[in-house]
């Protein structure tokens, strides 16, 4: 089993930043992928950004490319999400999520409002 704590979630006004964490624990050896999807109300989870622990790489959703910004600290088994630019639409919560062979691990959520 894989346990997620996500923090850092809140209400910021359009333009402005936030930066969401989430801690992984537990059987964390083998994971593939770690990462963050967010679903907005009405509508179905939307994938956002990923890091790809075979190939050292990190991939974006086009709504979020070069606003969003996945980190990671590999002492922490942590990965933050440094959101720039933030928009209404971007107004969801937002979930961290662990692919562990082919097991998804998730978090509980944290809930992201971009609004004036």
């Known amino acids: 089993q894989v346990q997620l704590v996500e923090s850092g979630g809140g209400l910021v006004q359009p333009g402005g930043s936030l930066r969401l964490s989430c801690a992984a624990s537990?059987?964390?050896?083998?994971?593939?992928?770690m990462g963050w999807y967010r679903q907005a109300p009405g509508k179905s989870r939307e994938w956002v950004a990923s890091?790809?622990?075979?190939?050292?790489?990190?991939s974006y959703a086009d709504s979020v490319k070069g606003r969003f910004t996945l980190s990671r600290d590999n002492a922490k088994n942590t990965v933050h999400l440094s959101m720039d630019s933030l928009k209404p639409e971007d107004t969801a919560v937002y979930y961290c999520?662990?692919?562990?062979?082919?097991?998804?691990?998730w978090g509980q959520g944290t809930q992201v409002t971009v609004s004036s």
């Open positions: 890091f790809y622990y075979s190939s050292d790489r990190t």
């Open positions: 999520y662990v692919l562990r062979g082919t097991t998804n691990y």
């Open positions: 537990g059987s964390i050896f083998s994971i593939n992928r």
